[in-house]
């Protein structure tokens, strides 16, 4: 199994991060940077595919909680966060002040929750990490814990987006013995797995293009700003439980 793996290049990396920076920075390039911008285009697009108030939300591989944060005075009900590495979800806990919220492990390639229990389960940059046998696995459990009619959010890299070539090129360049696995999955290969897991393919979104609906301006740590509409950068797809 790669997960043992996968947890320890993780954790190595958000130590090193936490020795070398303050709190704050070290939290923010351990998912990557952009903690404010990426967690505000996540939230705008859970709004925009139907998130409530009373809907209850997992957020596997949570990171440091930039999608919580943004949750944490909007979402009314349970919020559930799972990640590999303690330093960041209790880090996420700390910032959104939710005690009713849970932040936890991750076991592996399952959510330890019930049947029929969430309405929205987001799958963030995993997927990006995992073997697609895992990635697999992962889904068929999450569409168990999802409610009929629920969304699944994913987000994924594809070859068919020419700027995520840059990432597989950066991939092959790092030959560090403990890098973390970076993973292109092609849209076949997503709708396949739906159909398997009881899901439905409702939306698969370019990594490139702008479709999140914005109702403010988006500002990134370099500067940039999205205006109107934005893009995770990652491809998305959206499904739902039949």
Known sequence: MRIPHF??????????????QSTEQAMSAAVG?????VGQLEYALLLQNGLRKDHIVIDVGC????????????????YIGLDVVEDLFKYAEKICKRPDWKFYMAPG????????????????SVF???LHEESYKYLKDASRVLKPNGKIVISFLEFKIPSHFDIFEQSLMDNHPDKVL???????????????????????????KPYIKLNSTIKFDNGCEMVGE??????????TKR
């Open 182 to 208: 970076t993973q292109f999955i092609s849209r076949d290969a997503i709708e396949s797995w739906a159909t398997h897991c009881g899901l439905e393919v409702t939306g698969i979104f370019d990594g490139d």
């Open 63 to 78: 990171g440091s909680g930039r999608l919580a944060f943004q949750l944490r005075e909007y979402l009314k009900s349970i």
């Open 33 to 37: 940077g952009d903690f404010e911008s």
């Open 109 to 124: 390639l399952s959510i330890p929750e019930k049947d029929d229990y969430a309405d929205f389960i987001c799958l963030f």
């Open 7 to 20: 947890k320890k290049s993780y954790q190595n990396l958000t130590r090193s991060l936490i020795n070398t």
């Open 230 to 239: 934005g893009t995770l950068g990652q491809s998305v797809c959206v499904l």
């Open 128 to 130: 990006t990490h995992l």
